[in-house]
């Protein structure tokens, strides 16, 4: 039976980069997740006649958001639902699907990184028919619609078997259970040589892939244990778990500590890697040698030639404006387009559609190509993957060559979690006051090259983004970029990242922290970061 509930607007449901995040307890709030559903149907013109994909991250509340988002879909007139068997999809599979099946766009439950749990965080985020994050304009519609709503349309009717694979229905709606896993699968052996990893795997060449009970365990354990012959075991934490084993599933070496310590025994594998919640990032690690998200994506661009889906070439790279400008040296030296965006993936959507780029990467541990429309954990580890098995060297190998050829850039980002709201958004106004007059001035014993607050205008359909964060240029190669994020639930996440260009190959075995010590000591001086969040050091380093 279909329901008209009468409600009206809650507030903060406004969508940030990757969705609408909140406490997992928010979303279960009586008609907290029905709202902004019918939000995202009356913001994009309705579901009617439509086919969606709808899939999670297996986190906890994912199935029962799942079963109302069907029933919502239903009572709103949509003609076709593929979801994921058991209500999981990697949010990249799920961004395959779309394209796959020509769906005209889908649902992904996920807080991507965020912790799981009763207690942890929860997320919804639109996708749109190319499979990538909805865009500005569509974001806006949808918070529109969620501060003129009246009711929400659903239909009672009981829950959904979403553990059989086949079609079944719902009101007039086909559900199509598939298995999340297969497609994805199918896709990667198109993209990648998977005869000469498998050889590399056969000739002693060990991994640990570090599934971080998330997302991502299925799909490794298929593709890296089943397909490419890696030994049983290679992929740890291979479970989805509704709060991710109790753990933080984002893959940096501060979350990923197992891997990290076993990458630094005597007997470390040759690889580690590791993705996080939704299946979206991704972590490389060679022995005793952690590649940054940021060089992970130059080293990428370098050797692209190598992978099989990238033999004609690439057509252009892209990166998000914090991420290091080491890709940008690569692009420099091989003639390649490369372009600076806003932070958040639906920004190189335009760019790959449009063939204009077909790399792209984000310091925040996303790498993708134009095989989707979004960052790719497990397709980044492929990568890698790829090119050691024709290279034939060790990741710190691999690293050293990259650098005596492009020199180092060193980079960290600090993470001030959870900062007072108001103290992080006077911490930039103030800053933003006076970046017209730091040119010139010294800092730590730095100049200040120049300064501005970055803009975007994109190439292809002219829109333009405003107010993406504030960056400073230094002497010797140095920069330094202040933003806050968009992805924390609680406070604000203010962001400081900071990069140094080394080109002497005798210090490029420097560590980040103290070869960035001028840098980081001149950031919190002209922030006043100690001062105004009462932060002696930052919560997270990676």
Not at 423 to 437: F, G, V
Not at 476 to 499: D, K, N, P, Q
Request: proline residues 5%; negative net charge.
């Amino acid at each position: 039976m279909r329901k008209f509930i009468p409600t009206k607007p809650i507030e903060g449901q406004k969508p940030g980069t990757s969705g609408l995040r909140k406490k997992t307890r928010v979303f279960q709030q009586p008609g907290y997740l029905e709202n902004f559903i019918q939000s995202v149907w009356n913001g994009i013109g309705g579901v009617g006649g439509k086919t969606l994909v709808i899939g999670g991250d297996g986190r906890f509340f994912n199935e029962q958001a799942i079963q109302t988002v069907l029933a919502m879909a239903a009572a709103s007139g949509a003609r076709h639902a593929i979801v994921g068997q058991n209500g999981l999809l990697s949010t990249p599979a799920a961004s395959h699907l779309i394209r796959l099946r020509k769906a005209d766009g889908g649902i992904i439950l996920s807080a991507s990184h965020n912790p799981g749990g009763e207690n942890g965080d929860f997320g919804v985020k639109y996708n749109v028919a190319n499979g990538g994050p909805a865009p500005e304009d569509v974001t806006a519609r949808i918070f529109e619609a969620t501060q003129t709503i009246e009711h929400y349309d659903i239909l009672r009717a009981p829950p959904v078997d979403l553990s059989v694979l086949g079609e079944t229905a719902l009101g007039a709606m086909t559900i199509e259970i598939v298995d999340p896993v297969r497609d994805y699968a199918a896709l990667m052996e198109q993209l990648f040589d998977f005869a000469k990893i498998r050889a590399l795997f056969q000739s002693g060449f060990t991994m640990r892939f570090d599934a971080m009970h998330a997302v991502t365990g299925p799909y490794a354990t298929a593709i890296l244990e089943d397909t490419l012959g890696a030994a049983p075991g290679t992929v740890l934490n291979g479970v989805p778990s509704p709060d991710f084993g109790g753990g933080h599933p984002d893959p940096n070496p501060i979350w990923a500590k197992e891997l990290m310590e076993l990458m630094h025994r005597a007997d470390a594998p040759d690889l580690g890697a590791a993705s996080d919640g939704d299946g979206d990032r991704n972590m490389i690690v060679g022995r005793n040698c952690y590649v940054t998200p940021s060089d992970s994506l130059a080293v990428l661009a370098a050797n692209a030639g190598l992978i099989p889906a990238f033999a004609v070439g690439l057509g252009g790279v892209a990166r998000s404006m914090p991420t290091s400008q080491a890709v940008d040296r690569v692009a420099e030296a091989q003639g390649l387009r490369c372009f600076e965006t806003p932070t958040g993936w639906k920004f190189f959507g335009n760019l790959l559609d449009a063939d204009m780029a077909s790399l792209c990467g984000e310091e925040s541990a996303g790498t993708g190509s134009n095989h989707v429309r979004e960052k790719d954990g497990l397709w980044a580890v492929l990568a890698w993957l790829n090119i050691l098995a024709e290279k034939r060297c060790s990741v710190a190998e691999l690293m050293q060559a990259h650098w005596a050829e492009y020199g180092r850039n060193y980079y960290s980002r600090h993470d001030y979690e959870a900062v007072d709201s108001a103290a992080a958004s006077d911490l930039i106004a103030a800053l933003r006051a006076r970046l017209a007059d730091l040119p010139g001035t010294h800092v730590q014993g730095l100049s200040v090259l120049k300064a501005d607050e970055f803009g975007y205008t994109d190439p292809i359909d002219g829109s333009r983004s405003e107010g993406q964060g504030l960056r400073i240029w230094l002497s010797g190669g140095g920069r330094m970029v202040f933003r806050l994020s968009g992805t924390g639930t609680e406070g604000a996440t203010l962001r400081v990242y900071l990069e140094r260009l080394e080109t002497d190959p005798d210090k490029f075995g420097d560590d980040p922290q103290q070869a960035l010590a001028d840098i980081i000591a001149a950031a919190d001086q002209l922030a006043g970061i100690r001062d105004r969040t009462g932060r002696s050091a930052p919560d997270v380093r990676t």
